[in-house]
């Protein structure tokens, strides 16, 4: 029997949630492997990773790490590559399509950062203000791009629209209406939760929709 597949990251969505979405998609057998994070006086234990973290030979130990027989992966972008590399679907087949991923991707890392270091900050409140106020020129982008084909690099599906509708579902989750002036992204984002694939993992036991952040960030995103 092949061995399985393994995704490890914490107990939560955040950098692991695309992969696991790129997993379901593909449709290979894969291990969910989560690590809890505890609170601890006034820190975190992080023990249950930080115990085994330099056992796995990793040449440079993080998660989200990826195991494939004797493959080992980690770092999220490398790994939803990885993914598209081996199983010859959601990744770029030419040199224009792999301009536009590598553009793309550099593009929806920064955008998800900036949102992601707003709810780990405990300003999160009184950040809000400027992140709102900055967000539609970022969004516009976005609007006039998925124009031309419905997805991030024009008519086909890639990794990056994974990372992109992940981030674009977080932030709709802690501001609802964000993206009320922005057809395109509402269509993407309601297409992409449409795939069959994507919609028979979300409305699994295998889905679990919150917390998205990690139990220290300000705004975690939980039921």
């Given at each position: 029997?092949?061995?399985?597949?393994?995704?490890?990251?914490?107990?939560?969505?955040?950098?692991?949630?695309?992969?696991?979405?790129?997993?379901?998609?593909?449709?290979?057998?894969?291990?969910?492997?989560?690590?809890?994070?505890?609170?601890?006086?006034?820190?975190w234990?992080?023990s249950?990773?930080m115990?085994?973290?330099?056992?796995?030979?990793?040449?440079?130990?993080?998660?989200?790490?990826?195991t494939?027989?004797?493959?080992?992966?980690?770092?999220s972008?490398?790994?939803m590559?990885?993914?598209?590399r081996?199983?010859?679907?959601?990744?770029?087949?030419?040199?224009e399509?792999?301009v536009?991923?590598?553009?793309?991707?550099?593009v929806?890392?920064?955008?998800?950062?900036?949102?992601?270091?707003?709810?780990y900050?405990p300003a999160?409140?009184?950040?809000?203000?400027?992140?709102?106020?900055?967000?539609?020129a970022?969004?516009?982008?976005?609007?006039?791009?998925l124009?031309h084909?419905?997805?991030l690099?024009?008519?086909?599906?890639t990794?990056v629209?994974?990372?992109?509708?992940e981030?674009?579902?977080?932030i709709?989750l802690?501001?609802?209406?964000?993206?009320?002036?922005?057809?395109?992204?509402?269509?993407?984002?309601?297409?992409?939760?449409?795939?069959?694939?994507?919609?028979?993992?979300?409305?699994?036991?295998?889905?679990q929709k919150?917390?998205?952040?990690?139990?220290?960030?300000?705004w975690?995103?939980e039921?």
């Amino acid at each position: 029997k092949m061995s399985k597949i393994v995704l490890a990251y914490w107990d939560i969505r955040g950098l692991g949630q695309p992969i696991r979405h790129m997993l379901e998609y593909i449709g290979v057998d894969y291990e969910d492997k989560r690590f809890g994070h505890y609170q601890a006086g006034e820190g975190w234990d992080l023990s249950e990773w930080m115990s085994v973290k330099f056992t796995f030979g990793f040449d440079y130990p993080n998660i989200p790490y990826l195991t494939d027989v004797d493959v080992k992966v980690t770092e999220s972008w490398a790994i939803m590559k990885y993914l598209a590399r081996k199983h010859k679907v959601l990744g770029p087949t030419n040199e224009e399509e792999q301009v536009k991923c590598d553009v793309t991707e550099g593009v929806v890392q920064d955008f998800r950062s900036t949102f992601r270091t707003l709810c780990y900050d405990p300003a999160f409140d009184s950040l809000k203000v400027n992140y709102l106020s900055d967000l539609p020129a970022k969004l516009d982008l976005f609007e006039k791009n998925l124009a031309h084909g419905g997805w991030l690099i024009g008519s086909k599906l890639t990794y990056v629209d994974f990372a992109l509708c992940e981030s674009l579902d977080n932030i709709r989750l802690c501001f609802p209406g964000c993206f009320d002036q922005h057809p395109n992204v509402q269509k993407y984002l309601t297409n992409f939760k449409m795939l069959e694939k994507i919609a028979a993992y979300e409305s699994s036991d295998r889905f679990q929709k919150f917390p998205i952040n990690g139990k220290m960030a300000t705004w975690i995103g939980e039921n």
